[in-house]
DNA sequence: ACGGTGACGCTCA
DNA sequence: TTGAGCGCCACCG
């Protein structure tokens, strides 16, 4: 039986480049509506990040598959959140994909994954 | 079993 | 709008 960290980490694959979720939304989506906090929980711990990649090899990855970006797993109110790696090399790698960071936050209206 | 931890989120002042 | 406060929940020791 999977457990709920590997709910999250499917969830979480689906998310395409240049797009985010919440973790509020990955946790409705796991099927545990109010354990956002767990989300943050899982994707810690998670050592199948993109960080283990060059943002070389990133570019012409088909490891989307496989890897989970949990870069791309954001707060609710469009402020960046925690990363295991460090929020700036987080910041780093969204604004690779595409996304624009304006004061620290991130337009929902226009990246969220849906 | 129990209590602490944390990459969260909502509410209210 | 911004921040403190508090509730939440999967895990782990």
Known sequence: MISF?????NVT????RGKVATYARIARAAGSPRSARAVGNALNKNTNSYTSLSLRSLARSRA???LVPCHRVVRSDGSLGGFAAGTEKKRKILTKEGIVIKDGKIDLKRYLYR
């Open 5 to 9: 960290a590997e709910k999250v980490y």
């Open 13 to 16: 694959r689906k998310i395409p």
């Open 64 to 66: 989307d598959t496989k």
